[in-house]
């Protein structure tokens, strides 16, 4: 019976720790620069769930923006068949431009398109910053919520977030961290060894 248990190897424990180099930096602490400062590293979870929120917002405007647009034409539509019914001889009515309908449901839908493109892209990209990936990317959808000025409706919390998100992107820090975790560190860990510093 004891002879069964004589044939193992040390290398068959999947308990011990693993000897592939490739994986041995991720077994030690992380080491960070000399003097390297905490930075804004900790509020990164904070920016990804205001980029997701702020996302959820705009894809709602694109949503409503869309519903305006294929709801309004039929509105002037029935204003130029009641105008068309008034007896003559009163004030004559308002004129609307020719394929006034047609333009209006082509532009709200154009922006309608943009605001669920923004939208979505501010939830993903968000995400990605949870996982302190996709720097890149976030920075780009930041720059593109800007683009709401054509609504006026989600303009000031886009510009506020880009402003906040660009400054946070960019901090040296932070920066850091992204590449910390493109080499395969664990998030928890990232921040914990930044969170350590003074």
Not at 58 to 83: C, E, H, K, S, T
Request: aromatic share 8%.
């Amino acid at each position: 019976m004891s002879g069964d248990f004589d044939n193992s190897r040390p290398d068959d424990n999947p308990y011990e720790p693993s000897s592939d180099p490739s994986l041995a930096g991720m077994d030690k602490s992380i080491q960070l620069p000399e003097g390297q400062k905490r930075g804004m590293v900790g509020q990164t979870t904070v920016l990804g769930v205001l980029m997701i929120i702020q996302g959820i917002v705009n894809a709602l405007a694109g949503v409503a923006i869309a519903g305006y647009a294929w709801f309004m034409p039929q509105v002037f539509q029935q204003m130029r068949a009641d105008m068309a019914k008034q007896p003559a001889g009163g004030p004559p009515p308002p004129q609307l431009p020719e394929n006034f309908e047609l333009y209006l449901m082509i532009g709200g839908g154009i922006l309608a398109a943009v605001m669920l493109l923004i939208g979505l892209l501010l939830v993903y990209s968000g995400l990605g910053v949870i996982r302190l990936q996709q720097r890149g990317l976030a920075i780009g959808s930041l720059c593109m919520g800007m683009l709401t000025i054509l609504t006026c409706y989600c303009f000031p919390t886009s510009l506020a977030l880009g402003i906040y998100g660009l400054i946070l992107l960019l901090n040296q820090p932070v920066m850091l961290a992204f590449e910390l975790r493109r080499q395969g560190y664990p998030v928890r860990r990232i921040q914990q060894a930044f969170m350590a510093l003074p």
